[in-house]
């Protein structure tokens, strides 16, 4: 019952860092639930993208990217970000934020595209190195590497109080006490309440809730067609298997965290948004549920120990982007909390619970 590092939360968060960590600690997994990844990671849109989550996000994806590729869990897809001609401003933004990051844009005719397309929607902007990521085999593989590497993962355990004593964290759950050495909050939406639970000050992490639905459209979507995005944040859907589509209305509800239900007129929005630029026909919402999205105020992801808590260490804050970016940031948490140094690529100081301090 006793281990260099207790991490909270079995998502793709904890889950790649007890991997990234290997056999150099001895770690422990709690998990609140009786599934790891129930709440955001098993309820990912699940694509990949470089300019998902905006230029303080994209170091990280792109750096995910070599590593996601050699083990097979990305496929080709493309993103496509749309706009009428009133988003002319917002097409001219969004290429200047990630002018010189090395990432693929490509202004072109949107109707090839996307057939059925409406002819008011004239602005194209293609990001060919979007893809499909298959997050449970990640997942999965993620868990198997930790537990491999000797990682001890209890599930139904979840977090009621943590105290430091004499240098080490007791930490008492609800199947029972334990001890480590450091403590990881990697509890996505709860990040804040574990926080309080150990006598750490919450930073401000939002839970928002977003929806997604599987749609049967006429006439059936295209393989061949791209993710595509509303260049305003209205939308966005992408081919699935069988002619599907998934749509979200790219909403962000604050919630409180727990077990979050779509909304029936949040899917209403997301098809009308969506019938607004293609003229396909609903024909069945086949299934809808919703997600969780947790972020820090300046919506950027918190990795590093906390300044006001000996041992206490952050990993949370990570949105919607923590899928794909989990490589990267597991290699960064493992090297802070590990001793050693996080890859020259990264500037980390964003990324540090320091600028929350004041």
């Excluded at 990280?60 to 590729?69: A, D, E, F, K, W």
């Amino acid at each position: 019952m006793n281990y260099d590092i207790a991490i909270v939360g079995a998502g793709i968060a904890g889950a790649t860092l007890a991997a990234a960590i290997g056999d150099r600690a001895r770690v422990l997994i709690l998990e609140a639930e009786e599934i790891a990844g129930y709440h955001a990671t098993g309820r990912s849109a699940a694509f990949w993208s470089e300019t998902y989550g905006g230029p303080g996000i994209q170091p990280l994806t792109t750096l995910s990217g070599p590593v996601l590729q050699a083990g097979g869990f990305l496929e080709p897809l493309g993103s496509l970000h749309i706009g009428q001609a009133g988003d002319e401003a917002r097409a001219e933004a969004f290429l200047a934020e990630f002018e010189g990051s090395g990432v693929a844009l490509e202004r072109v005719d949107p109707a090839p595209y996307i057939p059925g397309l409406r002819p008011d929607w004239t602005i194209g902007i293609i990001e060919p190195s979007c893809t499909y990521i298959d997050v449970a085999g990640l997942h999965a593989d993620a868990l198997a590497r930790a537990r491999k590497a000797g990682a001890v993962l209890a599930l139904r355990s979840a977090m009621i109080s943590a105290a430091r004593v004499d240098g080490r964290w007791r930490i008492e759950t609800s199947s029972g006490r334990y001890e480590a050495g450091v403590l990881v909050n990697a509890a996505g939406a709860w990040a804040d309440l574990v926080a309080r639970q150990a006598g750490a000050a919450p930073i401000g992490i939002q839970p928002y809730r977003r929806t997604l639905a599987q749609l049967r459209v006429d006439p059936p979507v295209a393989a061949v067609v791209p993710h595509v995005v509303h260049l305003g944040g209205a939308f966005y859907f992408k081919p699935e298997a069988g002619g599907r589509l998934w749509l979200s209305p790219h909403d962000e509800t604050p919630v409180e965290p727990g077990d979050v239900q779509p909304e029936e007129l949040d899917v209403a929005i997301a098809i009308d948004r969506m019938e607004q630029a293609v003229d396909w026909r609903v024909m069945q919402v086949e299934r809808k549920w919703a997600g969780l999205r947790s972020f820090a105020p300046d919506r950027l992801p918190v990795y590093g120990f906390a300044p006001d808590a000996p041992g206490f260490f952050w990993f949370a804050g990570q949105g919607g982007f923590g899928i794909q970016t989990a490589p990267a940031a597991a290699v960064i948490g493992a090297a802070l909390l590990l001793g050693e140094a996080p890859p020259s690529a990264i500037d980390i100081a964003m990324y540090l619970p320091e600028r929350f301090a004041a």
